[in-house]
């Protein structure tokens, strides 16, 4: 059966009409040629960079034509997001909009380079194109930093090499990178690396040294991982003297002037939050406890940033600002949120801008468990807080921003004067453009994986991932620097089938359309978004809803022809004369050799999603890696009572390290009927359950009616084969190719596409 798809978005086709020659029709050019521009695009933010191959504008009149295959501008005459996109005046600057861009650094583009790389200048003049009136540099900058924390290859180094500002050659790089802001009318701002002494604090403490988590025994109480292994030893800090914080402050000062003389920096962002820099730590409750004039009373735990911003402003002038990021509100021990608008209203007349974060994990930086009415906006709260109760200095509600209406909304309701994004220029480096024409639609979420943060780290030995910085939804970013050598211009236009319709094969389809290719996609159901459907009810899941509804709306609005309900053949393919297949369809759930697994109550993790009511009360999930977790703990929410059983000893081992895994443990830990077993390998599966050897060599038994698997992904490898010679050209992307996850799907898919 063919099918033109609208899937559950009807989209209208006489405003298809009236939108003039598409974008994809655009970048095709003509003569088969695409035009684009490097390192984010122009019409789109995945943008191919290739050479122009449009004719030269014929002398007609006074002016030239507008050259074949530009479409007319999808701009109103007044701006839909008029807050959003309204001017700021702070201190004697003018913001060209009310968008911050959150401090960031894609941390894994500088490799060992002692100064900005051409990728890390390109990756943040993109952030300013994408519509950031201020990009914050979060890379850290010091004077002089320690040589262990230049030395990147020394074991157990970590990623983040710090750049020396009092080096010549690094300023003039640094320089470089601010001017690449600047291009774009954006002001530019860096984070102030404060860091006290070794073996000092603000306050005298012993605190335990090593992160992450290790090998395990059996869970109680929850999902909280306990470990076996010794706790390394305590390490005593002791109180910073007032003559140690005046020459931090002295050296910050220096600092600043550096930046603002030596490299071009507007502005300096401080880290006042969640206890980390001795800011935040001499500001809380919970790790001040001093008795001097650094301690005590709420005034004199605000004395030494107040002092900090004084000195930055005398040394550097009241035009240089000082943007100043705080937690609204700390855990229960700490300053509340009534404290913190008195910090606030101290603050004010020393800062320039005020940025409220939440204190730690999912409120710092959002991630897909934060759900309920506020899941997208979910510190907003504190912003309208504090201007309620008097605040005056500019505030900036961060965290989570990623959907335009919201946004305006906000400003307009004056809860917050800006506000703060980072993944949401991230996964749409034309987000400017796309507010100027009021297409919230358009925007490509964001699934808050936080994954472009960093998916490895040092301290998690069982993560063997490389290093990289890459975005699950974005294929460009990480690239952008070098995609437009990597892609050549399209030599003719294809007749291309696409084997299908999940988000490999959606983002395929449309790379390939924007390259002037004629593309069918082929769906055997009646619907787009393959597994993705299945996370529709999941209530941790809904990024991803809102990233499929996004794909599945592109398709409708692009000239991609969809024929649902079509499971295609290589017979089929071979008789429609395609020039080029894409086979797309997937992976499926490995299935291990142990005795009963073919038994009725053993049922693969791919069909569980719809059928939660047929399940026993008590299920077993064989598989702790993230999908196993996550199944599980759905599950538990449906009313079961389910344990998980890994034979690792560590949960979700494939799940993004930073801002991520620690609040993944927490929200399993609230699943207290959702039990963890690690160390644990099932050999026999029965009707009454399982049994497994335990870490001791022990055989347990676990009563359960019912048995999920969840040990992995094949891909559909020879499935895909078959395709082969039913047209001149075969590729498999995505699970198919690779049983990966959303961001080798993307990549894979993008990559192949580009070359078609």
Not at 179 to 193: I, M, N, Q, R
Not at 612 to 628: P, Y
């Amino acid at each position: 059966m063919e099918k033109e798809t609208r899937n559950d978005l009807q989209f209208d086709a006489e405003r298809k009409e009236e939108e003039g020659v598409s974008r994809r029709k655009f970048l095709s050019g003509t003569g088969g040629a695409a035009l684009a521009i490097a390192a984010g695009g122009l019409l789109t933010d995945r943008a191919v960079a290739q050479p122009s191959a449009l004719p030269a504008a014929e002398k007609t009149g006074d002016k030239p034509p507008v050259p074949a295959g530009i479409a007319e501008s999808k701009m109103g005459t007044v701006p839909k997001y008029p807050h959003l996109l309204s001017p700021m005046k702070v201190g004697n600057h003018i913001l060209k909009n009310r968008i911050i861009g959150s401090a960031s650094g894609a941390h894994l583009l500088q490799g060992t380079d002692p100064s900005p790389t051409q990728a890390i200048m390109i990756h943040h003049a993109n952030t300013a194109r994408a519509g950031a009136s201020i990009v914050i540099i979060s890379q850290p900058i010091k004077i002089h930093p320690d040589p262990d924390q230049l030395d990147v290859l020394k074991p157990g180094a970590s990623p983040f090499l710090y750049w020396d500002i009092a080096n010549s050659a690094t300023r003039n790089m640094l320089s470089q990178l601010t001017e690449g802001v600047h291009f774009y009318g954006s002001l530019c701002a860096w984070k102030a690396e404060i860091r006290p002494p070794a073996g000092y604090d603000v306050s005298a403490s012993v605190s335990d040294v090593g992160h992450g988590v290790k090998a395990g025994e059996e869970e109680k109480g929850g999902g909280a991982l306990k470990s076996k292994t010794p706790p390394q030893p305590a390490q005593e800090k002791k109180e910073l003297t007032e003559e140690m914080l005046k020459a931090i402050i002295d050296s910050a000062a220096d600092q600043a002037l550096l930046g603002k003389e030596g490299c071009g920096f507007d502005a300096i962002w401080l880290h006042c939050g969640y206890r980390g820099a001795p800011t935040a730590r001499l500001m809380s409750p919970l790790t001040n406890h001093r008795t001097d004039k650094y301690g005590g009373s709420l005034e004199n735990r605000a004395r030494f940033t107040i002092e900090l911003c004084d000195a930055i402003k005398k040394k550097c002038g009241k035009d240089f600002l000082i943007l100043l990021m705080m937690s609204g509100a700390e855990p229960e021990g700490g300053y509340t949120l009534d404290d913190g608008v008195k910090f606030a209203k101290l603050f004010t007349g020393h800062i320039d801008m005020l940025i409220l974060k939440g204190d730690s994990g999912d409120v710092n930086s959002p991630d897909n468990f934060v759900t309920g009415p506020d899941k997208y906006t979910p510190n907003l709260y504190m912003t309208e807080y504090y201007r309620k109760k008097g605040v005056t200095v500019p505030l900036i509600s961060d965290g989570g921003f990623t959907d335009m209406e919201l946004a305006e909304k906000a400003l307009a309701a004056g809860k917050t004067d800006a506000v703060g994004m980072c993944r949401a220029l991230i996964t749409n480096r034309n987000f400017l453009q796309l507010a100027q024409e009021g297409r919230n639609e358009d925007v490509r979420p964001c699934i808050r994986c936080n994954g472009c943060h960093i998916n490895g780290m040092v301290y998690t030995p069982w993560n063997r991932s490389p290093w990289h910085s890459i975005c699950y939804v974005n294929p460009t970013w990480g690239l952008e620097h070098k995609i437009g050598t990597m892609i050549s211009p399209p030599t003719d236009k294809k007749k291309v089938a696409i084997i299908g319709g999940g988000p490999a094969g959606m983002e395929a389809a449309l790379i390939a359309a924007e390259r002037g290719h004629a593309v069918t996609l082929f769906e055997k159901t009646g619907r787009l978004g393959g597994t993705f459907n299945t996370f529709e009810n999941v209530s941790f899941k809904w990024p991803h809803t809102d990233f499929k509804n996004y794909m599945v709306r592109q398709i409708n609005k692009s000239d991609v022809k969809v024929r649902l309900n079509t499971e295609a053949t290589p017979e089929m393919i071979k008789r429609e004369g395609y020039n080029a297949v894409l086979v797309a369809i997937g992976a499926e759930p490995m299935v291990p050799e142990i005795p009963g697994v073919k038994g009725k109550n053993v049922i693969l993790v791919t069909d569980v999603y719809g059928k939660e009511d047929t399940l026993a009360k008590n299920v077993v999930v064989l598989g702790g890696g993230q999908t196993g977790v996550e199944t599980a703990m759905h599950l538990e929410e449906k009313g079961h009572m389910v344990t998980v059983l890994e034979a690792s000893d560590i949960l979700a081992r494939d799940a993004v390290r930073v801002h991520f895994y620690d609040e993944f443990l927490q929200v399993l830990a609230k699943h207290t009927h959702c039990k963890t077993i690690l160390q644990a390998r099932c050999n026999r599966i029965t009707d009454k359950g399982v049994t497994y050897i335990d870490a001791d060599g022990k055989e347990q038994s676990i009563k359960a009616g019912s048995v999920v698997l969840s040990v992995g992904m094949k891909a559909r490898s020879e499935s895909a084969l078959k395709f082969y010679g039913s047209s001149a050209s075969f590729y498999r992307i995505g699970d198919c190719e690779l049983a990966g996850d959303l961001r080798t799907a993307m990549r894979s898919a993008f990559g192949t596409a580009s070359t078609l």
